[in-house]
């Protein structure tokens, strides 16, 4: 048999391991089990994917999606690899037959989903084949408090059960501390290797901006350096989805719909699209990219707030997973906190699941207000520390200044207080700014004692502000009625003057155009005629065959060909990603792309 390092250079075309890749392959191997916890793009797949080629039998391989077994299956038939799924997507026959080869040893690895997995039927099936290992995918879906909640992955403990003598190994991009003990306890894992690697992304860049027209802010975003590119628009409510897609469409950019309450019919054929085109991109809720393998999504946006630092953490992962440069841009207001507080107090949750969503939620804020390097506040929330600055997020390439708030800060609350705590943000500021509105005059909002003592500030200055206080938790939004503010017992001290704050200087709104930015390790310029032809033949031979053109080649690979230009098998072989079976089918198709070129 083939060493882990032979397979790994001339199956899949690299000449070494990342991080803790070698050292789970060897306890794998050994027939040990596992917990393996990698970032989104970190090489997790080939944990699994070498022991299975090394040891007798076949691998299964739980995954929760459909659109990720396909893609993976593909990859590896591409590879030279037996490989096969077994889901709702095939029909009778075809299932048969594969149910056949399964039994028969014909395979190397076997993609299910855990309903299939579960029954007494595929079970029975995997008693008469001879097993090299069971690899849990997604293995966050095992935890009831998470966001990727699947009821199926609680019942995985049956194959250590049935089965005692296979390994097993568990994967994830997204585990705190609490969610790790959940696998472990669920999957009966308490003897398991841990492996942790750090859930740092350097190539991703992590960027927050304060909303002031969403639209027209993304759309500067999209043309100043994403102008091509493939990416993903997430929003909160379906309805922001379908307005979204269709102004962007209206602007002239490739942008497809997706969320639940499409039929299962369009959201595939619009996932196919964003899948085998190249620039398209998706506009989505968060029902959208969990197990998405298109590694050259360039952008993740958030038009809306994320519920928790593990969505965002997870949701931002799906940009940049070829690890060249890639963006994670939200746009953030106190209207997605009102919103996302609303929606967690009217939920059908016990009252345990709700303090925990808030103190999430609450996390969340501090990322988005913080003034420290965003890269140390989000690894330190998954007790990972991380020596600042990154060099590769807002806070760090353009520093935040701060400013005495205290007087500020007191005026604030104070008008919070003197309106009865029963007033949301508009109308607070009204009050300071001392406008004589309607609901001011019907109130004798008038005269209370803040009325127009907040004039040395502008509206949009207040409205930072009392973000920020909502933020540091210094004001709670009330639900029950409109989203008015209250105090709450730490902003007592700030009232009475016995505790200062800081507040961050929101960046200034730039009004005209900034320059297109690239970046050293961003793909070749969007003008380049022979990138293009690269591209165009990559895409012409996904096309003949049926599979998206990251199955050819990732990006990363295309860019190598395009930088060092080879025009022999023996050069193609030293491109990274190029292994025995893809130099024999697409070496001479792209050199002569070279060879016209160069």
Request: proline residues 4%; positive net charge; charged residues 25%.
């Amino acid at each position: 048999m083939k060493s882990p390092q032979e397979i790994l250079s001339t199956v899949f075309g690299y000449n070494e391991f990342r991080g803790e890749q070698a050292a789970v392959i060897d306890h794998l191997i050994a027939g040990n089990d596992a917990l393996v916890l990698m970032p989104t793009g970190g090489g997790k797949s080939l944990c699994f994917q070498i022991p299975a080629m090394v040891r007798r039998g076949t691998a299964i391989v739980i995954s929760p999606l459909i659109a990720l077994m396909q893609d993976q299956v593909d990859a590896l038939l591409q590879l030279g690899v037996k490989a096969a799924f077994l889901n709702s997507s095939l029909d009778v026959e075809s299932a048969w037959r594969i149910e056949q080869d399964l039994v028969d040893g014909n395979l190397t690895l076997l993609y299910v989903a855990p309903e299939r997995l579960l029954t007494p039927r595929f079970l029975q099936l995997l008693e008469q084949t001879q097993l090299s290992l069971f690899a849990i995918d997604e293995a966050h879906c095992v935890s009831q408090w998470g966001h990727d909640f699947r009821p199926e992955y609680v019942q995985l403990s049956i194959l250590h059960e049935r089965f005692p003598t296979v390994p097993r190994i568990a994967l994830t991009a997204t585990a705190d501390g609490p969610t790790r003990r959940e696998i472990i306890e669920r999957l009966g894992l308490s003897q398991a290797r841990q492996f942790i690697s750090s859930f740092d992304r350097p190539n991703v860049r992590y960027r927050i901006v304060q909303k002031h027209n969403t639209r027209e802010q993304l759309h500067q975003f999209l043309t100043t350096e994403h102008p091509e590119d493939a990416g993903i628009v997430y929003c909160l409510s379906r309805k922001r989805v379908e307005e979204t897609t269709e102004w962007l469409c209206s602007k002239g950019w490739s942008a497809l719909p997706y969320h639940a309450g499409l039929s299962n019919v369009i959201r595939q054929k619009n996932q196919q699209r964003f899948i085998r085109e190249e620039g398209v991109i998706m506009v989505a809720t968060v029902a959208f990219g969990m197990g998405i393998d298109k590694p050259n999504v360039r952008f993740v946006a958030h038009l809306d707030l994320p519920k928790s630092m593990e969505g965002y953490y997870q949701e931002t992962g799906r940009a940049g997973r070829d690890g060249l440069f890639a963006n994670a841009w939200l746009a953030y207001g106190i209207s997605d906190v009102i919103t996302l507080r609303r929606m967690l107090d009217s939920s059908e949750a016990d009252e345990q699941h709700k303090r925990l969503e808030r103190r999430k939620l609450d996390a969340l804020l501090g990322y988005c207000e913080t003034t420290l390097c965003r890269r140390q506040v989000m690894l330190n929330y998954f007790s990972e520390h991380y020596h600042a600055p990154c060099h590769n997020c807002d806070n760090c390439l353009d520093p935040i200044a701060t400013w005495d708030g205290k007087i500020a800060a007191q005026m604030a609350l104070s008008c919070v207080y003197r309106t009865g705590q029963r007033f949301g943000v508009k109308h607070l500021i009204d009050v300071l700014l001392g406008k004589k509105t309607e609901q001011i005059m019907r109130f004798h909002h008038d005269k209370v004692s803040t009325f127009g003592i907040g004039l040395s500030f502008v509206q949009t200055q207040w409205q930072s502000i009392y973000r920020q206080l909502v933020a540091a938790n210094l004001l709670t939004l009330d639900m029950s009625g409109y989203g008015s503010l209250k105090l709450t017992e730490k902003s007592v001290p700030v009232l009475r003057g016995e505790q200062t704050i800081a507040f961050r200087h929101d960046p200034v709104v730039k009004k005209k155009k900034e320059k297109s930015k690239r970046f050293n390790n961003l793909l070749p310029m969007p003008n380049d005629s022979f990138w293009h032809a690269l591209k165009n033949k990559r895409l012409e031979l996904a096309r003949e065959q049926g599979v998206p053109p990251y199955i050819i080649f990732h990006d990363s690979t295309l860019q190598e060909i395009h930088d060092k230009k080879p025009l022999t098998e023996s050069e193609f072989m030293m491109i990274s990603g190029v292994g025995q079976s893809k130099l024999q089918r697409y070496a001479k198709a792209f050199m002569d792309v070279v060879a016209k070129f160069c």
